[in-house]
């Protein structure tokens, strides 16, 4: 940590906080009165974001703190974006107080923080958390189980949903749900995660146990029916991707966003192996490592794009990746870059900065297995830097022993784009965008005819059916005006050859551009698999009457049971979709106030990259992303069928 400034200025993740509208991190959402039933009052909602309330002191001006003179000499030299392994600050702002903290008092950073009083320990940790830790403490845990409630008894978790199947499906026999059932769920429990303004890591579930990640980076393994801990964890930073669950192994697989991916034992919670994927500073993990066999493909993305909004930044290095890794060991296999070859000078902007590249095209989400081929299949994001390459917004095909490169179709060429093109600064490519990535996992879709396809969704709106063996675009279909927060996002599904595509288009996506209202379909969409033909759509209704990141498109994505499709939209609804119809079946508003198993009032908040868990005659999602102008919460929500 020590040294002279760098320099870097110490103001470019406020521009980032700034551009993107991020809320407050390090809160406790709660809020007054209420009950948990499914027809909330506008008085139950929570309808802006001064009712987050901060439980640990008044809030810090980050200009004005003396952490923050403590920490531009200490610190950022090390985490300016310039030194691999060393966490950018854009993570660091997203840790927990007490992860900070621990990380200098005998954790990973101790022997640089020595030299720092705990005074000022204390001052840099407030500076990074926009938070008075004077009264600060840990969250308490929530209620332990005791008894029968502590055994791993009930079905095993089956292999589907993020990180197995990813066509996200899952049927009556698994679910133990159908569209007949929807009508009679009821909310059995819901828990508020403490500290939170998001809630991002879907859960898997499996021997009659949630196992779901958070934002402070605890794992917890509920009890399905009470909500009672049987055991939690606490990874280095937040867990966002999915957990996934392997019934053979008893094990649990998960990434954190300082590019981390850990092994767990289910039934203890033990970490039996942890392992960074790859030493950029900015690399984080947002999507669910998929799990075959004895390996696992992990997909590494990154922020880097949001360096670039300090003008003195060199952008950028990152390259997109997908490791195999040995399930055993966590030793890696293989490694495939989206961009092979390493970034070179191309020029330097006014500002000083070195322009390097190609660079960027991260891949956000699930990559897919195709057990038949031996294939993974995944999708890329823009370029950070000029010039733009033909592998952004990409579709790969690659060798899933070896991870040789089979095939890859770009989707939409000239695509660079970063925050530097938000903030007006010369580390805008001259390309300016559209930032068009690839973000949802393809959907492999078995066909009638014998034959398969990949159905595969795309920020700009469109969505495309491509040959698995070569690659080739089949057909490809508008269905919204996409854009930097528009088009698809988190992730489609499928039943049958029915595909399910839910649509974000953001009103007012902040990103300065004008985008053609016509073309607007926010909402969820069916589309037959083999032509791409619309089946039927429903676009969502504009409720939000005036509320604050409120938005009635669907980012969050969806999972299918029988005779239905489920999806959380940004504007707190969700709600289920008759197949064949696009029929509303049954809905909750996830805005209301609840009671929580720990007592407490919490609230969701919009949706955002988790979809639902079904298992059993329950229906399992989280609610809430203070992120990017999405309504912040911090709820988990479990529902249960009626007899």
């Not at 007490?98 to 030299?115: F, K, P, T, V």
């Not at 009672?228 to 930073?237: G, H, I, P």
């Not at 495939?336 to 070195?354: F, I």
């Not at 791409?532 to 049971?561: E, M, T």
Request: net charge neutral; aromatic share 8%; with cysteine.
């Amino acid at each position: 940590m020590r040294g002279k400034l760098a320099a870097v200025r110490s103001n470019a993740s406020r521009l980032l906080l700034v551009a993107f509208g991020i809320a407050a991190l390090a809160l406790l959402v709660v809020s007054r009165g209420g009950h948990a039933d499914t027809s909330a009052k506008p008085s139950d909602r929570m309808t802006s974001t001064d009712e987050l309330t901060v439980h640990v002191g008044k809030a810090i001006d980050p200009e004005h703190a003396p952490g923050k003179p403590l920490f531009e000499h200490n610190c950022l030299t090390c985490h300016s974006g310039a030194v691999p392994k060393a966490p950018a600050v854009v993570w660091l702002e997203q840790l927990a107080p007490d992860a900070i903290l621990s990380a200098m008092r005998g954790g990973i950073m101790s022997q640089e923080a020595s030299h720092l009083t705990a005074k000022q320990q204390l001052e840099v940790a407030e500076y990074l958390t926009r938070t008075n830790l004077a009264d600060y403490h840990p969250p308490a845990p929530p209620p332990q189980c005791k008894g029968p409630a502590m055994s791993f008894t009930g079905p095993p978790p089956a292999a589907v949903g993020w990180g197995r199947d990813n066509s996200r499906f899952i049927p009556a026999s698994v679910g133990g749900l159908t569209a007949q059932d929807l009508a009679g769920m009821k909310l059995k429990w819901a828990f508020g995660f403490p500290a939170s303004v998001r809630a991002r890591s879907q859960p898997a579930i499996g021997w009659n146990t949630i196992f779901v990640g958070s934002q402070n980076g605890t794992v917890y393994a509920f009890d399905l029916a009470t909500g009672c801990a049987k055991w939690t964890f606490r990874a280095s930073a937040e867990v966002r991707t999915g957990i996934v669950a392997d019934a053979a192994t008893k094990r649990l697989y998960f990434g954190d966003i300082l590019g981390r991916v850990y092994a767990l034992d289910a039934m203890t919670g033990k970490q039996l192996w942890r392992r960074k994927v790859d030493d950029h500073p900015n690399a984080t993990i947002t999507g669910t490592p998929s799990l075959a066999g004895d390996r696992l493909f992990v997909p590494v993305s990154s922020l880097e794009v949001t360096s670039a909004a300090d003008p003195a930044y060199n952008c950028c290095t990152f390259r997109g990746l997908v490791a195999a890794l040995d399930t055993k060991t966590g030793a890696e296999v293989w490694r495939t870059y989206t961009v092979e070859n390493r970034p070179a000078l191309q020029s330097t902007t006014k500002a000083g900065a070195k322009v390097l590249g190609p660079s960027g095209a991260p891949v956000w989400t699930s990559p897919t297995y195709d057990q038949a081929r031996g294939r993974v299949y995944f999708g890329s994001g823009e370029n950070y830097s000029s010039p733009a390459d033909g592998n952004s917004d990409a579709v790969f095909a690659v060798d899933a022993r070896t991870g040789k490169r089979i095939w890859h179709t770009q989707l939409t060429p000239g695509d660079a784009w970063n925050v530097g093109c938000m903030v007006g600064n010369g580390n805008c490519p001259k390309e300016k965008g559209p930032d068009f990535d690839v973000a949802a996992s393809p959907l492999l879709v078995h066909l009638g005819n014998g034959k398969d396809i990949l159905v595969v969704g795309q920020k700009s709106g469109v969505v495309y059916g491509i040959d698995p063996d070569s690659g080739k675009i089949l057909w490809h279909r508008r269905l919204g005006h996409g854009g930097t927060q528009g088009g698809v996002h988190f992730g489609m599904s499928a039943q049958g050859e029915t595909v399910y595509v839910p649509i974000s288009d953001l009103r007012d996506t902040h990103d300065g551009r004008v985008y053609d209202s016509s073309q607007y379909g926010g909402g969820i969409h069916a589309i037959d698999a083999a032509t791409g033909k619309v089946l039927w759509d429903h676009i969502a209704p504009d409720d939000c009457a005036g509320r604050q990141y409120c938005d009635p498109g669907i980012s969050a994505a969806s999972a299918a049971i029988p005779g239905a499709v489920l999806a959380g939209h940004m504007d707190g609804m969700f709600r289920a979709y008759a197949k064949d119809s696009g029929k509303i079946l049954w809905s909750y508003d996830t805005t209301k106030r609840v009671t929580t198993i720990t007592g407490t009032k919490a609230t969701g908040g919009g949706m955002s990259g988790p979809g639902a868990a079904v298992y059993d005659g329950y229906l399992v999602f989280n609610s809430g992303y203070g992120l990017y102008y999405h309504m912040p919460g911090n709820l988990l929500l479990v529902f249960e069928k009626s007899d």
